[in-house]
Structure formats: C-alpha cells, structure tokens
C-alpha cells in the first residue's frame, strides 16, 4: 500500500507539472517571455529530482523541449552540456536522430546556420514517421534559411521556396496534426512567404507601406505558430 501510495503521488504530482508546463507555453506562445524562465526552472526541479527518467532512460519529447526553453533562454553552454549529459541516456527509436535534431537547434541559437541546416535536412529525410520532429525541424529550416539569407547560395534561396509547398502538403496530409495547430502552421506559411516576397520586391514608394500593412496584418493574426519570433 505504501509503494500504491507514492506512485499515486507522483502521478498526481507529474500531472500537475504537465498542466503547469502547458499553461507556461500558451503564455509563451502569447508573448509573455517571463514564462520561458518559468518553464526551464518548471523542468531543472523534475531533472534534478529523477522524475523525468524512465527506468534510467530520458524520453525525447521532454529532452526536445529542454534543449528549446534552455536556447530560447540563451542559456547555450548549459544546453550544449544537457546534451552531453544525456544523449546515451535517450528513450527513443530514433536511432541518434534526436541528437541530430537537438545539436542543430543548438547550432542555430549560436549562429551556426550551415550547421543547423544540414542538421534539419538529415532529421526531415529520417524521420519521416514523427510529425513533432517533422513539423519542428522544418520550421527551423526556414527560420535558419531566413537568419542566413546573405549567405545562402542560389540552390539553398530555391529549397527555402520549395519549402513552402511541401511544408504545406506536410501539414494538409497528416491526419495525425489537429485542427487548431493545422490553422497556426498554415498561417506562418502563407505570412512567411509573403514576408520573403516583399523583401524581395524591388524598393518604390509603396514598398515601405506594403510592409507597415503587412505587420500589421501580423500584429494582429491570432492563430501564427512561431509569432514571437516572427515580429
């Protein structure tokens, strides 16, 4: 009865750590970056405590969303050394692919670009079969194509176009991406091409109102997965 009581204690206790978390990230997501602290010190208590180990095993969706609070956060030697500390102790089947994925967001938070596109480009062809690596690594595909724009070359400018289309026929297919999400996936699309057309049209008198329009629009959309970063 004592073992029953305590697993039921920390069930309860992980069930209120998830909603705690949930409701950190819809803040987040909002805008309000106070909550990026709150969710890092939410998840340092359950990692310093155990309480995210499966049988010794760290499960990747909670790795994955570490490594991104810890980044956002520019805590980037801390992540790299998270990494370090538990890349052989992954409860996954993604044969490293996690690591990969993990690596290349932390390549992009330093700038990396080249590093970080390589790296989403071998999660994308691999892991075909997970639509949370699947849609997050072609989000930071983007992102990473945007952040090195200057740099790219010909071919990289015509994948990042490319990326629209198939992006898109990603998330229309898969069955397994709700409604709502499909809606804020959609919406970052179809603004962030826009966003790429205008900055490549040429300057005129009406480019600068074009873009004042457009964040507006922006500002005001309330269904945008990646907003924050977006403005």
């Not at 709150?38 to 405590?49: A, G, I, K, P, S």
């Not at 590093?115 to 989000?139: C, H, M, P, Q, W």
């Amino acid at each position: 009865l004592k073992k029953e009581r305590e697993n039921l204690i920390a069930d309860v206790a992980y069930d209120i750590f998830q909603y705690m978390v949930n409701y950190c990230i819809r803040k987040i997501n909002q805008g309000d970056k106070i909550f990026l602290q709150h969710t890092h010190d939410l998840y340092l208590v359950l990692v310093e405590n155990g309480d995210l180990l499966q049988n010794g095993k760290m499960p990747s969706p909670q790795f994955k969303n570490i490594i991104a609070v810890g980044c956002r956060l520019g805590r980037l030697d801390w992540a790299k050394s998270f990494i370090e500390t538990y890349e052989s102790q992954l409860l996954d089947g993604h044969n490293g692919m996690a690591v990969v994925y993990n690596e290349a967001v932390l390549a992009f938070h330093l700038g990396e670009y080249d590093t970080a596109i390589r790296g989403f480009k071998e999660v994308i062809n691999s892991l075909t079969y997970d639509i949370f690596y699947g849609v997050d690594a072609r989000i930071y595909l983007w992102k990473a194509y945007f952040e090195n724009w200057s740099a790219l070359k010909p071919g990289e400018i015509d994948d990042m176009f490319r990326l629209y289309d198939s992006f898109r026929l990603y998330i229309d297919r898969n069955k397994k991406i709700s409604r709502t999400h499909k809606t804020q996936y959609r919406n970052l699309i179809r603004l962030f091409k826009r966003f790429i057309e205008l900055l490549q049209a040429p300057e005129n008198d009406s480019l600068k109102r074009d873009l004042e329009d457009f964040k507006t629009e922006l500002e005001n959309a309330p269904d945008v997965a990646n907003k924050v970063w977006f403005m």
